[in-house]
């Protein structure tokens, strides 16, 4: 089963830097906002950059793909 997080992304706070920084959006109970369907996550991030007026960023990541990818290879398959 996939799951798909989304990811926010703020400018540095000190003002120094153009670096973005990525913080993981959570939901009411303070677990992250997760998705199992590729099109809802997808909705929500075309929703929340089209209403960002601060600038903010949204982007949508798949979990366990990059682990997969390292136990293949520590398992060798």
């Known amino acids: 089963m996939d799951l798909y997080i989304l990811i926010k992304y703020h400018r540095n706070p000190d003002g120094n830097s153009n670096k973005k920084l990525p913080v993981l959006m959570m939901d009411n109970d303070d677990h992250p906002l997760e998705f199992d369907r590729l099109d809802s ?3 929500m991030v075309d929703i ?3 209403n960002s007026n601060q600038g903010f960023h949204y982007e949508i990541k798949q979990l366990g793909v990059k682990y997969l990818k ?3 290879k520590l398992h060798g398959k």
């Open 48 to 50: 929340l950059n089209m």
């Open 70 to 72: 390292v136990s293949q």
């Open 41 to 43: 996550a997808q909705e």
